[in-house]
């Protein structure tokens, strides 16, 4: 039996990713769940508001980090600049928890319903990504389009750290982003000719 919360909280998070693996997400329950991790369906309940959510813990803590990161960048960065520095900060919780990533994007791939959850998930990420951008004074829609194209490289970057590990998170980002303003310079180039 589990001793603290913290432990409890991760062997739900295993026994769900073991489940949902071997059974898909649909067919497994929550006390399925709970029974493998060694606690009462109560105690998922008190981790978890239901079996979807096993998937998206830590949502609070990457948009903290984020956030904080973009709030505590230097002055005098661009947006962009600004996102880098950010999404690299807060790629540290991912790399954290990279044992749970890999089965957990392969769990979210396979099953529509969760598909959908991750894209409002995001949404309110770039959401809070921009409100953070306009409060170091970039303009609105700046910010919007900044926390969005950031986002998408990031989601790119991570999807790239998962395929080759062979290369550290960071670095991933800092060739997404790169690529970024590569593209960024031909679409200038190309509306200047």
């Known amino acids: 039996m589990p001793r603290s919360g913290a432990e409890a909280r991760r062997r739900l998070q295993q026994a769900?990713?073991?489940?949902?693996?071997?059974?898909?997400?649909?067919?497994?329950?929550?006390?399925?769940?709970?029974?493998?991790?060694?606690?009462?369906?109560?105690?998922?309940?008190?981790?978890?508001p239901d079996k979807r959510e096993v998937l998206f813990d830590g949502e609070a803590d990457l948009r903290a980090e984020l956030t904080q990161a973009v709030a505590d960048a230097p002055a005098g960065l661009q947006p962009l600049e600004v996102l880098l520095r950010s999404f690299?900060?807060?790629?540290?919780?991912?790399?954290?928890n990279r044992p749970l990533s890999e089965p957990r994007l392969e769990i979210i791939a396979a099953t529509p319903a969760l598909r959908e959850r991750e894209l409002a998930k995001?949404?309110?990420?770039?959401?809070?990504?921009?409100?953070?951008?306009?409060?170091?004074?970039?303009?609105?829609?700046?910010?919007?389009?900044?926390?969005?194209?950031?986002?998408?490289?990031?989601?790119?970057?991570?999807?790239?750290?998962?395929?080759?590990p062979s290369q550290s998170l960071d670095t991933h980002l800092r060739l997404a982003f790169d690529d970024l303003h590569a593209l960024s310079a031909t679409a200038r180039s190309a509306t200047e000719g």
């Not at 071997?22 to 109560?42: P, S, Y």
């Not at 690299?88 to 954290?96: H, I, V």
């Not at 990420?125 to 950031?150: C, F, K, S, W, Y």
């Open 88 to 96: 690299r900060r807060a790629g540290r919780l991912l790399e954290a």
């Open 122 to 164: 995001h949404a309110s990420l770039i959401d809070a990504v921009a409100e953070a951008l306009q409060h170091r004074g970039v303009p609105n829609r700046l910010a919007v389009l900044a926390a969005r194209t950031g986002w998408a490289a990031f989601h790119q970057a991570t999807g790239a750290w998962i395929e080759d």
């Open 16 to 48: 769900a990713l073991e489940l949902y693996r071997e059974r898909g997400f649909d067919k497994t329950t929550t006390a399925e769940i709970a029974a493998r991790a060694g606690v009462n369906e109560r105690t998922f309940f008190r981790h978890f």
